[in-house]
């Protein structure tokens, strides 16, 4: 079974530019998130998709972070303008079925952010 | 939202050993709590989790208790090995009930087993 897909790996850029991130989740995951984790610290939910909705974005910096999964199944997360903080390994998870036995959620490499 | 505190945030043991990590979260409606590893580099993998209505869940050499009255839940390793050396998170919903199961995560603890 083919993990959960991200890229870019890795992305420098400077403070003030615009990054965008991609993921494929796991073929018939319906529920998709993103997770900002900082060095040294456990990851932190910015956002949650069920299909091509919104569950939950409450701790999404919305001034300047945005996220879409348009088809119900890739989805991207940008960053405009970045700031120095938001370095840090943007982790992207998918699970099956919420809230069953079935909800482990399934985490992919990661993209790597260094805001300079 | 939910509040995970994650204990130690570094442990030593001896490879043989055990090793114990223990959490403490805030919301007694909370009812799912996995643990993940993370080694250097690498992506977060589930590794055992436990549902409110068990106590105890037992996978070969991990086991996790949980105890609900006190709002807290802990990891235990057995017969430690080299490999077992990683980050490893405990983590809860952020919110229960409704559509929503986003976890929290607590801070980390380092395992580092000694040769």
């Known amino acids: 079974e083919a993990g959960v897909a991200q890229s870019p790996r890795y992305k420098i850029i400077e403070k003030r530019q615009s990054v965008a991130f991609w993921c494929n989740p796991i073929?018939?995951?319906?529920?998709l998130y993103w997770y900002q984790q900082i060095l040294g610290q456990g990851p932190k939910l910015l956002i949650q998709?069920?299909?091509?909705?919104?569950?939950?974005d409450s701790q999404l910096p919305k001034d300047r972070f945005s996220a879409e999964r348009l088809k119900g199944v890739d989805s991207t997360l940008k960053i405009q303008p970045a700031k120095l903080e938001d370095s840090a390994v943007y982790l992207c998870?998918?699970?099956?079925?919420?809230?069953?036995?079935?909800?482990?959620?399934?985490f992919g490499q990661g993209t790597r952010l260094t805001v300079v | 939202g939910e509040n995970v505190e994650q204990h130690p945030s570094t442990l030593s043991v001896q490879e043989g050993d055990s090793a114990v990590i223990k959490c403490t979260y805030s919301?007694?409606?909370?009812?799912?709590f996995p643990w993940y590893k993370q080694e250097l580099g690498k992506r977060p993998q589930l590794i055992i989790d436990?549902?409110?209505?068990?106590g105890e869940k037992k996978d070969q050499r991990i086991a996790v208790t949980l105890n609900k009255t006190a709002k807290h839940f802990s990891l235990h390793i057995t017969e430690t090995q080299p490999e077992d050396s990683a980050v490893y998170f405990c983590?809860?919903?952020?919110?229960?009930?409704?559509?929503?199961?986003?976890?929290?995560f607590g801070k980390g603890t380092h395992l580092i087993i000694q040769p």
């Open positions: 919301d007694s409606a909370s009812n799912y």
């Open positions: 998709f069920q299909n091509n909705g919104v569950v939950d």
């Open positions: 073929s018939g995951h319906a529920t």
């Open positions: 998870a998918s699970s099956l079925l919420r809230g069953t036995d079935l909800a482990e959620a399934f």
């Open positions: 983590a809860a919903p952020l919110y229960s009930g409704g559509g929503a199961d986003g976890l929290t």
């Open positions: 436990i549902r409110s209505n068990v």
